[in-house]
């Protein structure tokens, strides 16, 4: 039955010439030579005819109806039995491309931090093997989330985006953007990492930004998550009719500054800047930017913008730039109430069973991950009355997310944040006393800042290329500009970026530098650079800003900020993912700049 099957396809190519040894091996192969007398006296001829091999192959043929196939097929429902190397070779090449771009986002961050201690500072890693584990835990949890996002929640957003425009009104639409992006800041692993860092701010010497971490913490997340969904809801709007970004940032960008000017001369706000402008950086993680770019490719398909190739942009920028006004305002709010509004700081409560491990994780898992599912299925069964396709994969890719979350909570405490705060601990003793054995500074003063420095460049610069977002940024990148503005070229304009900037923050922890000057200075020269720039490379270069800031990055540099104001005795160590944002911006755009002007004067030198 089965040579029966593929019969047609045999005797088409039995049409054209057939060599002698094919066709022996062809008669060999099935039978034939007993029943078929003769064929080695055929086959010595140059030729066969082809009546004599279709008339002996037509003897042992056997018609089957397509319905008796199907009849078959539905009586004998037997699942295939897969023995373990079937298994290993259908599950390892799925799971190693996946478990490799996490690893290699996470692992050379944290050598290079286990590096500098080992070689320049010349002190063992406390709690190795719990370090380890913790971040394996990461980079699992990690994995598991990613995939889960994949799976589960993605199609739905993309789906949402190009079913609604047709079938609800603006005003809804622009409600559910708002409400998407508010669910998804809630589902951002690095949100748990803010939690971690309000142990170590003073309540005495930054009481707002003690309040903004303890008692106020709803408050803070709140404000992000507005900000975030009207960022959105922005940038939804944008797509429809078709808004600049350039724009956009020449209208936003300004009015920031100078309410970060009025915080910086009233002193009960000053420590909230850096939480403000960090906030802007936390947001645009693993959720909020694959979500919110799925519905705005949905939505620029469903509007006729689909062939735009800088339609997934801007959405990064926007969403990283409202959350800061937002937390200044609750903060600005927050500080009117005089000491009334001062709430008592309590001690968490550690003797709960809710605040034990594993508990404390999977509780914040369902609380990240279980509203934003709810809001996707209640708008696609409810909203748009279409039913939740492939079922069992939606199902896989919410326990597969949340599975993730809560893996990668239990490892973010154990590994990032325990190695970023020894990492902040022990760096200053490079060039000033060890804070907990008093030891004396390893070398002088001079030389230990510069290490301190470089080393704050080596993190940043190496977290952003080893940044897998990246990457496919480039092609873009190489695709708007015609090759003139190579992936290898961003990469590393970015990355430069971001080490300097990273530079900079710890210098301003370091020094007591005033963060607001640095943050208005850096985002003034980045506004001057958006005015003398095109479109694509404004896109670009003010997206950079949010792509560097993943899950990762984001618990280890806020761990080694908190550590490093410790050691040195300041009031908090917020700032450093600030300066990280605004240095890549500027990379990007006088690189994108330069590469302008040398393409022009190359085009006038072959013209002439």
Known sequence: DRFCFHISNYIEMCRKSIRRSTCARSIRGRGLHGKFPGWEAILSEHKLRYGLYLGAIQRHERQIGFGQIVEAESKAKLRPKLRPIDLHRLVTPYVSVRFAEQMWAVIPLALMLIGFQALALRTSLLEAEEIAIGIFSVIIGLMLFMEGVKLGLMPFAENIGFEMPGKVHPSVLL????????????????????????????????????????????????????????????????????????????????????????????????????????????????????????????????????????????VVTLASLIPVAAVLGVAIYLSSQGSAGLMPVLPPDTESWARQTPFVEIIGALRAIVPLVLLLVLVQVLLLRQKIRQKNVFVYGIVVALTGMAVFNLGLTSGLVALGDQAGTNVPWAFSAHKETGAPALYPYALGITMTMVFAFVVGYGATVAEPALNAMGITVENLTDGAFRKRNLIHAVAAGVGVGAALGVARILFNLPLSALLIGGYTLALGLTIFSREEMVNLAWDSAGVTTGPVTVPLLLALGIGLGEAVDAAEGFGILAMCSVGPIISVLGTGLWIDMHTRVRRRSGQS
């Open 175 to 314: 409600l559910f953007s708002l409400l998407l992006g508010a669910a998804a800041t809630f589902a951002e692993p690095a949100i748990g990492a803010l939690q971690a860092a309000a142990s170590s701010v003073s309540p005495e010497r930054a009481p707002w930004l003690r309040q903004l971490l303890g008692p106020y913490a709803q408050w803070l997340v709140l404000a992000v998550a507005a900000g975030v969904g009207l960022a959105v809801a922005l940038g939804t709007l944008r797509t429809i009719f078709g808004w600049r970004l350039k724009t956009l940032v020449l209208l936003i960008v300004p009015p920031l500054l100078a309410l970060t000017a009025w915080c910086a001369r009233h002193p009960e706000l000053v420590p909230v800047i850096g939480l403000a402008w960090d906030c802007g950086g936390i947001t645009t993680g693993p959720v909020t930017v694959p979500l919110v770019l799925a519905v705005g490719v949905g939505v620029a398909a469903s509007v006729g913008r689909s062939d735009n190739p800088l339609s997934g942009f801007g």
